[in-house]
Each structure stands twice: as C-alpha cells, then as structure tokens.
C-alpha cells in the first residue's frame, strides 16, 4: 500500500506534474551521478521535455523546476524567494552547479528542450536526462516519467506489472485494500472507520506519532497557503493578467460575517479555494491535494469545516478528514491516474472533489458505506471534465474550477448522508468509469493546451 503522506505533499506551485515531479527528477539524476561517483566527469546536461511536458512547461514552471532540481533544490523545502533569486544567478552566469557542487556551463535554451511533439507510451509526462563529459561522450542518460501528484517513476516501475489491483512497495500493512468494495468490507468486518483503519495501516511504516505529526503539518501547510492568499494582492505572472480575487472576497467577508448562511457558505469555500490555487499561480508552497491544480478544494472545506465554535482547528477532526480522504485518494490513485495528462481534469478536480466529499462525510458522522457513496458522488458529476489550461497557465479555468469543486464536494455529502439505501453506482465502478474516460479523451484536453478553451480564450 502506499501512504496517505504520499497523497499530501508539501510543494511549490503551479503544478505537481509540471514543476514537483520534474524538480525530483533532475535531482534523482543528479543523485544518480554522484553515487556513480561520476559527477566531476560531467561537462553539459541535456534535458527534453516530452508531451505534456513540453507542451505546457513554460507557463507550467517545468523549466524552471528542471534547472533547480538540477541545482540540488527539493520541492518539500524549497523556498519559493531563494528559488527565484537561484534562477536569476544561473541565468546571469550561464553557469550551474549540479547538486549545488559540480559547477558546469549551463544555458537553458540549448541544454532545455521542448519536444512536444514526442509522444511517449508510458506517459505522457516523459522527461530524457543525458550527462556529457568533456569530449562528448555520455556519462549517464536516464528516461523518468512525471504521473501526477508529484509521483515520479522510471520505465522499469511502469512497466512492472501491479499485483492484482495493488501498486506494491514491499511493504505489509493489516488491512491490505485494493477496492473500495474490500475496504468497505474490512471496515465492516473490523468495526473500524476508515480513518482508523489506514491509520493502522500507516503504522506498518512509521510510529504513530510520526504519522499524525506527519498530518498535522500537512494541515498547517494547507492553512498557511490560504492565509498568504487571502493577503497577496496585484496580478498574477504569466501575461494573462488574471488578477487576485480571493483577498477581496476574504475582506467582504469579514466585514460581514453572518449576513447569509447559505450565500456565506458559497463565498467561505470560493474564497478558500481560490487563496489556496492563486497562490499555487504564483509559485507559491501548496500541499498537493491531491495535485497542485486541484489543491484548494480540500484546504476550503477542510477550514470552513474543521475548526471550533470560536474558530479554532480542530486537530482530531483533521486527522480524520485528511486519513478519509487520504483514503480515496489511495483508489484512484492504484486503479486509475491523478494525472491531467493521462485523465484531464477529472483526475485532478474530479478526484479532489471526490476525496474532499468523502472526508466530509466521515467529520459528519457518515458511516463508510455513506462516505464511499459521497467519494462516488463528487466523482460521478465531474466525469469528463477537461484539462485546457488557457496559455499554458494554471490560472484560467483553474482558479474557479477549484472554487466550484469546493462546493460540489459539501453538496456530494450531504446527499450522501441523507440516503441509507444501497447506490445505483459504486465508487469502485465510477472509477474505472474516470480512467475509461480518460483513455478515451482526446490529448488536445488532457494538459497539452491544444484544444477546449486553451485554444478558444487568446486573451483574457
């Protein structure tokens, strides 16, 4: 089983498939060559970019993110001002030090390339790695793929075949699920929630308390996303102009706190969601939730919802969200894909609103088979929902996709638990409904900016 931790990781925006996952591999391949004891031979770095990748890496950061992974900077500690000012030093140099210690001649545009018109079989984040030494001759050529959430993997862990439903990382967990239909049964069988039981799965691979302090920094890192935004103001880069809303909003708000319930409760969770994602538009620290596009949703409903009478987090109730929700995110993860490349955005808004869904229907109270029936009901009614992200930016339709997934996951569980009936469709049956779609969808509204509104919206 993977981890929930693996789920929600703390990272810089604008996308875990576009800048997360290519920063790790540069430094995977970075790391390579030192412990091949090889990295003083090199002399140029050559990177292209494929598909998806070179599609939209500019205005994704991949880049960017290629050159400070290359530089020895990780995603889970880099700091997006230290980043920027790094960037700025090479360019002016022409020079980088891979690792942050072997320095060699470095100029993005020639050692870069964006070779959107390789098509990779695996996936179409692909990403080619060679080292040359002086002469010319190849030091270490490496091929990773980037598949979604800050997940990257090589050729040979793609093409191992999975066991069953199951991805395997060598390790034994009590409750082994690879449905939803055997962790409902588990569930039923133990008595547990299904909080409880990941939770005495995540034990098999670290001490409890490392888990839950594992979850509560998550949780802080969600809340501090939405505090940055709610105070940044001005335009956001890239050239469309998009300007910051959220602040705006949060100002109205808290002005007038109690005016509507039901409009409040609307304008809470839009305000939340778009903080969280203009932040992550502007490079900001997102957690991937369980992508950066999708990355609002679940901190909305998470701090509209999870916190005290007088406005304090709730830390259990977190826990119990973010295990849930974790959870779901698990499924998708093993039967289908959270990558826009592979599935649009119904594997990344799809599947946040479906994970946010079901952790709100377990802080409410619902029993596993509601939660499941929640997770199925915010799936069901993004089903097909494209990834066209209008000038390569994760800003248009990003920013309100996540606002408007936000609500429709507190609407999924609410229905969810006012219904004690068995559902028409499971969540086992709605997911392999997303990955047949996804298959299926034309790659001009998987990421690529070739088709949707990328190629209908020139300016904004």
């Given at each position: 089983m993977l981890s929930v931790l693996d789920i929600f990781r703390i990272g810089i925006g604008p996308s875990s498939s576009h800048t997360v996952g290519p920063m790790r591999i540069a430094r995977r391949f970075v790391a390579a060559l030192a412990r091949a004891g090889r990295l003083a031979q090199v002399a140029r770095v050559r990177v292209e970019l494929q598909g998806s990748l070179a599609l939209t890496g500019v205005g994704h950061g991949t880049v960017d993110a290629t050159i400070l992974g290359l530089a020895g900077y990780a995603p889970e500690t880099a700091n997006p001002d230290e980043c920027a000012a790094a960037l700025a030093g090479i360019a002016a140099a022409g020079r980088i030090a891979l690792g942050g210690k072997h320095a060699i001649a470095f100029e993005p545009a020639r050692d870069i390339d964006l070779a959107g018109h390789i098509l990779p079989d695996l996936h179409p984040n692909g990403m080619t790695l060679t080292a040359f030494d002086a002469e010319g001759g190849i030091v270490l050529?490496?091929?990773?793929?980037?598949?979604?959430?800050?997940?990257?993997?090589?050729?040979?862990?793609?093409q191992r075949k999975p066991k069953g439903d199951?991805?395997?990382?060598g390790k034994s967990v009590p409750h082994d699920f690879g449905s939803a239909e055997e962790l409902l049964t588990m569930c039923a069988a133990t008595g547990h929630s299904i909080a409880e039981l990941v939770l005495a799965n995540e034990d098999?691979?670290?001490?409890?308390?490392?888990t839950l302090a594992g979850l509560d920094l998550i949780a802080a890192a969600m809340d501090a996303c939405i505090d940055r935004g709610l105070h940044q103001r001005g335009i956001l880069p890239g050239g469309l102009k998009v300007r910051r809303r959220a602040p705006e909003l949060w100002e109205k708000l808290s002005a007038n706190p109690q005016s509507n319930e039901r409009e409040q409760l609307f304008d809470w969770l839009n305000c939340y969601a778009m903080a969280v994602n203009e932040e992550n538009a502007a490079g900001g620290r997102v957690v991937t939730a369980p992508t950066n596009g999708a990355a609002g949703i679940i901190p909305a409903v998470i701090r509209f919802y999870c916190q005290t009478a007088d406005g304090q987090a709730c830390l259990e109730?977190?826990?119990?969200f973010l295990l849930t929700a974790g959870a779901i995110g698990l499924l998708y993860k093993q039967r289908a894909s959270i990558s826009g490349a592979e599935m649009g955005c119904q594997g990344e808004v799809g599947v946040a609103c479906s994970m946010a869904a079901g952790g709100l229907a377990a802080l409410w109270g619902g029993s596993p088979t509601q939660i499941a029936s929640a997770a199925e009901i915010g799936m069901e009614h993004n089903l097909g929902l494209t990834c066209d992200p209008v000038g390569g930016l994760v800003q248009v339709p990003c920013i309100e996709r996540n606002a408007i997934g936000a609500v429709k996951a507190v609407n999924a569980a609410r229905l969810a638990l006012h219904r004690d009936e068995a559902t028409c469709v499971s969540l086992d049956q709605v997911i392999e409904t997303m990955r047949q779609t996804g298959l299926d969808m034309s790659s001009k509204y998987k990421e690529t900016s070739q088709g949707g509104l990328a190629v209908n919206v020139v300016e904004c």
């Open positions: 050529e490496r091929t990773y793929y980037s598949t979604g959430g800050g997940f990257v993997a090589s050729a040979a862990q793609l199951r991805i395997s990382t098999a691979s670290r001490a409890r308390e490392k109730s977190r826990r119990t």
